[in-house]
Each structure stands twice: as structure tokens, then as C-alpha cells.
């Protein structure tokens, strides 16, 4: 089916034309066409047109008003104070556009992007050997609710996670576990595991306590210090032994991992997972390029690229370290590579990179560097979507009470234990099973951490508070999920009486408010989209739940003494809002169940 045009795009679109008859020395100027609460819409374009064409505002409104053709779509027009023009749409116009929307199945009519890439993004980095903490949220969830935007409207998207899987601490690790071979021996076996059938649970202890005896060694023992350094060349040299042992570390850690963004209700794929290791072989090559073409320079030994605008507290130049004095390779050298690879071989049209606020200066230059060395053109776009910090309620760090990291799956189960209160609180109509109740707890806990993550600014700090993600009052997830459901509730209820369209009837206020809304998911999805910006698709879709229950509160849907029209259409509403709700939160990664 054929994407739908939206009123406000078909609205702007006839006011640019009556501009253009009326004023035709204006040239093709915008109507600045916007939501009004005192009219449909306001169309302000014509008040900087009359600087502009040194003519009075409402006189020049009014000739554009006297150009204005829109009939079945426009019901009036009104000049009001400078040159605004108030527009009021036809409730035919309304329900017709809908119910386009409603026949075009899961899109809702929403058109793909015109203009259709390839984006890479980088998203959810947890490093080998180490337990997933607070910090590693919000790179997950914000880079997983971007794969599913773009996808929907229309990119190709292709996952990258860059996980921490190389390092001088390898050595150490290694050279224990050759030292104490039984280490990471499990029983039983499963596909995909190395023969290790165990949980993520078992799969961190095993890591925390071995690298806790490592590392207690490595301080200690001198002689154990000296094998593990000489491990870290082994471990570079590819020496068959080493590499297989810390293959070891990265299965145990996977599992792990695998594990954890289950609990948050994404998928990872295991070809999708490619580590610093993957670009090691590109390494070498990496930094001959970038000296060969004067990009980067010799400086004490180290391989450096310098920039005019990057300066120390000093005043001197600080540089992007590409390759260091003791033939080592910096993290520059594996992110530069990662762009060679995802531009060369990937196609890609889009990087983007879901990384911390605190790296962006690292971020800053390696694009500037990859840039110079032609690795990224006009053609390619390098984009970090820098995130602030998950904040305590006390407006610091995120810490528990020892002032330890708090660790995510910790945060994840106690999100899920307190929405399986509310929801076994709230269960009594709806009679929950307890298996349901706990099917529902973890969807509305899980959704809940991911809703108020979202629904800031990404790159805003944000205060974890589980009392207020849990409410079902207020911007939350909860009070969208309760939404979905209670229509849900309704459109079970109607009995023989089923959705249906019916532009001939008038809307009431409510009504309208809600249609006009309804119709702006797929502008709001590709600004969203765009601009890399999913607080905005959050904002949509509470802003859809508060309408919709203000629809509930004052249009009664089922009610006996409406005629059958009446109860169609407003079923209709009901119908399309659920839809809408429920794809808006798939896109964010949030599920809607169907009862609460």
C-alpha cells in the first residue's frame, strides 16, 4: 500500500502554493506551519514574508487566504493578530486520513526514508572478562532502539559490537589459567558454548574469582609478573597455545554477556559481535597509510596525529596516539582500522557510534583523522550519539551503598521485582496467573528501566529512580503499557461491535486532539530517526497515552446510548491508537502486553 500523506504536510503544501499565487516575488517561502491550541494549526511564515516584502502582515495574509484551495480538507480560515493563520480541518479530512493509516497494516502508513543507506552502529561494549555494570545501559538501549528506527524506515543496519577483548591484561589471565588449567572447566555442554552448558551467573563468578587470584599474583610475584608480560607478546604474536586459551576467556565471557541482554529483552547476534581483536590484521597497514600520507608523524617514538585545536592545560599540542614508542597500538589504531573496514568493506554510508559523553574528544579526532586520510568523505558520515551518566537519586553517580559500581543485572532484578508488585497489585481484574504475573512483571520492569533512559535526552545525565520508573503516573512506561491494555480491555469487551471508520460523523474536541496526533507518528519517527533522537519518539507516544485518556475519560466508547456509527468509530480510535502505542514502544524495544 501506498505510504499516506499527513494533514500537516498536505496542509503546509497548500498554503506554499496559495503563498506562491499571492506573493509570487516571495519566492518559495515556508508557511512555518506548527500545532496550535488555538486552532488546528498556525501558519507564521507570513509575518517574516512581510519584513521581507516591506508589506503590511494581515494584509498580505489575507490575499494568501483569498488563494487558498482546499476543499474537503481546510473548513476555515482565520487572519488573526500579525498575519497568523489559525486552520481548522475538516473532520472528514481527520477520519479519512486515519483510516488510510489503520489499512496499511503494521506501517500505519508511514513512507520509507527517500533516501536509504547503509548504517554501522556501535552499540552495547561490554569487555571480556569483566562483570556489565550501570554504565554499560544506556550504550545498549539507546543503540538498540536506533537499529529498530532505522530499520523501520527503511535503512540497512548493520550491528557492530566493539567489545573489549584484547589487552595487556590478557597476559595475566592467560598465564594463569595455563598455571591452573581447571579454572574454567565445566560439566555437560550446549551449542555455542565450547561445550560449557552454564549460566551467565556461573559464567562471571568463574571470571571475577579468576581474575581476582590473577591479578592477586600478578602484585605479588614478581617471576609470575614477568610470565604474564611475556604472555601479552605471545598473545600478539599469535601463538597458537595463547590464542586458544584466551579464546576460552571470550566464549566464558559471551555467555555471560548473552545472557545479560537477555534479561533486557534484545538480541545479540554472535556474527554482529566483532572485538578489538577483529581488526588486529589491519593494524599495521592502518598506521603505514597514515604516515605514508603525512597524516601522522614520529613524535618521541610514537606514531601521533596533532591537531591545531586540541591543547593540554599546558598549551601544548595533545595528540592522537596511534602507535606508541614501544611498538604497542592504542586504541586510535583499532577505531581508525574499524572505520577502513565498515566504509571499505561494509559499504557503509552511516557510522554511528553509541558511546559515552566522556570519550568524545577521543571520538572527535579520530574522525577529524580518518577525514584527512580520505577514509571518510562527503559521501560517509561519522556521527558519535554521546550519552550522559546514569545518576543516583541524589544527583551523583550511580554507586550502591559500599560505594561500589552497581552491577546491571543487580539493577535489572530489582526493576523487574518491583513491577511485579505493581502489576500483582493491579492484577485483580485482570485475573493474572502468577506465571502471568511474572511474564508481565518482566515486561513492565525491563520496559521501565528502557523508558526512562529514552525518554531523555541522550545526551543528558539522568537520576535512576525505580520508584518513580515503576509509577503508573506520570512519563513512564508503565502508564503507556496500562494504556495499551486497557484498550485492549475495551476492544474485548465491544462484543459484536467492531472498529470501523465513519468520516461522516463529527468529531468532539477530544476526539480531534487525538486523531491530529495519531496522524503525526511517521513525522515524528523520522525526525526521531534522523536526528538520532528516540527521546522524541518517547515523548510521541506518553503524549498519545495522556490524549487517548482524556478521549477515555470524556468520549464514552461503549456506551448503550450511543448509536452504532458512534461506537465504530470511536472503537476505530481505540483500535488505531493501540496499534500506534504498541509500535511506538516495539521501536524503543519495549513490549505492550495485552493485559495488565
Not at 9 to 18: L, M
Not at 233 to 245: F, I, P
Not at 546 to 574: I, K, M
Request: some cysteine; hydrophobic content about 40%; glycine content about 8%.
Amino acid at each position: 500500500m501506498a505510504p499516506v500523506t499527513s494533514l500537516a504536510s498536505t496542509v503546509d503544501q497548500r498554503i506554499a502554493d496559495a503563498l506562491s499565487a499571492a506573493l509570487p516575488e516571495a519566492g518559495s517561502a515556508s508557511p512555518l506551519l506548527r500545532r496550535s491550541d488555538r486552532a488546528d494549526f498556525q501558519a507564521n511564515g507570513i509575518l517574516a514574508l512581510a519584513k521581507q516584502l516591506k508589506g503590511n502582515p494581515r494584509e498580505l495574509a489575507t490575499r494568501v487566504v483569498a488563494e487558498l484551495t482546499a476543499p474537503g480538507l481546510i473548513e476555515d480560515v482565520e487572519v488573526s493578530g500579525p498575519g497568523f493563520l489559525n486552520i481548522t480541518l475538516t473532520d472528514r479530512a481527520i477520519t479519512e486520513t486515519l483510516a488510510a493509516r489503520a489499512a496499511d497494516g503494521d506501517r500505519l502508513g508511514v513512507p520509507y526514508a527517500q533516501r536509504p543507506g547503509t548504517t554501522v552502529i556501535d552499540y552495547a561494549q561490554p569487555n571480556v572478562a569483566k562483570e556489565m555494570h550501570v554504565g554499560h545501559l544506556r550504550s545498549a538501549v539507546i543503540g538498540a532502539a536506533m537499529v529498530e528506527m532505522l530499520e523501520f524506515t527503511g535503512e540497512q543496519v548493520i550491528r557492530r559490537h566493539h567489545i573489549g577483548d584484547w589487552g595487556t591484561q590478557f597476559g595475566m589471565l592467560i598465564q594463569y589459567l595455563i598455571e591452573h588449567p581447571h579454572e574454567l572447566d565445566h560439566k555437560g555442554g550446549s551449542e555455542g558454548t565450547g561445550g560449557q552448558d552454564i549460566d551467565g551467573e556461573t559464567a562471571m563468578s568463574n571470571l571475577n574469582r579468576l581474575y581476582k587470584a590473577s591479578r592477586a599474583l600478578f602484585d605479588s610475584d614478581e617471576e609470575f609478573k614477568t610470565r604474564s608480560r611475556d604472555r601479552v607478546v605471545a598473545l600478539q604474536a599469535g601463538d597458537k597455545e595463547t590464542l586458544a586459551l584466551w579464546q576460552k576467556f571470550v566464549d566464558e565471557s559471551k555467555i555471560y554477556f548473552y545472557s545479560v541482554f537477555d534479561q533486557l529483552d534484545m538480541e545479540i547476534h554472535d556474527p554482529d559481535v566483532v572485538g578489538e581483536s577483529g581488526y588486529n590484521d589491519m593494524l599495521e597497514e592502518t598506521c603505514r597509510l597514515l604516515e605514508e600520507s603525512g597524516v601522522a608523524v614520529r613524535s618521541e617514538g610514537a606514531l601521533c596525529v596533532f591537531f591545531d585545536d586540541v591543547k593540554g592545560p599546558d598549551g601544548n599540542p595533545v595528540p592522537l596516539i596511534v602507535k606508541k614508542t614501544n611498538g604497542g597500538y592504542g586504541y586510535a589504531a583499532t577505531d581508525l582500522s574499524a572505520i577502513r573496514d565498515r566504509v571499505g568493506r561494509l559499504s557503509a554510508t552511516d557510522l554511528l557510534y553509541v558511546v559515552d559523553a566522556r570519550q568524545s574528544l577521543h571520538f572527535k579526532m579520530v574522525f577529524e583523522t580518518a577525514r584527512r586520510a580520505g577514509w571518510l568523505s562527503e559521501e560517509v558520515r561519522a556521527v558519535q550519539l554521546a550519552f550522559g551518566t546514569v545518576l543516583g537519586k541524589d544527583g551523583k553517580p550511580f554507586k550502591t551503598r559500599e560505594g561500589e559500581t552497581v552491577r546491571l543485572v543487580d539493577l535489572l532484578d530489582e526493576a523487574v521485582e518491583r513491577a511485579t508488585a505493581v502489576v500483582r497489585e493491579k492484577s485483580g481484574k485482570a485475573g493474572l496467573s502468577e506465571d502471568e504475573i511474572a511474564e508481565r512483571g518482566r515486561q513492565v520492569g525491563i520496559g521501565a528501566v528502557k523508558y526512562a533512559d529514552l525518554s531523555t535526552s541522550a545526551a543528558r545525565d539522568y537520576k535512576f529512580d525505580l520508584d518513580q520508573m515503576v509509577s503508573l503516573h506520570g512519563d513512564t512506561s508503565v502508564y503507556i503499557q496500562y494504556a495499551y491494555a486497557r484498550i485492549q480491555s475495551i476492544l474485548r469487551k465491544a462484543g459484536d461491535a467492531t472498529p470501523a471508520a465513519h468520516p461522516e460523523l463529527a468529531l468532539a474536541p477530544a476526539e480531534r486532539a487525538l486523531g491530529l496526533h495519531l496522524d503525526q507518528f511517521g513525522e515524528v519517527l523520522a525526525e526521531a530517526a534522523a536526528g538520532y533522537e528516540p527521546h522524541k519518539l518517547a515523548a510521541y507516544i506518553y503524549q498519545l497515552a495522556s490524549l487517548y485518556t482524556t478521549f477515555y475519560d470524556q468520549c464514552h466508547v461503549l456506551s448503550d446510548d450511543n448509536p452504532a456509527e458512534v461506537v465504530e468509530n470511536r472503537l476505530f480510535l481505540c483500535d488505531l491508537t493501540a496499534r500506534t502505542l504498541k509500535q511506538g514502544l516495539a521501536l524503543l524495544g519495549i513490549r505492550a502486553p495485552e493485559r495488565l
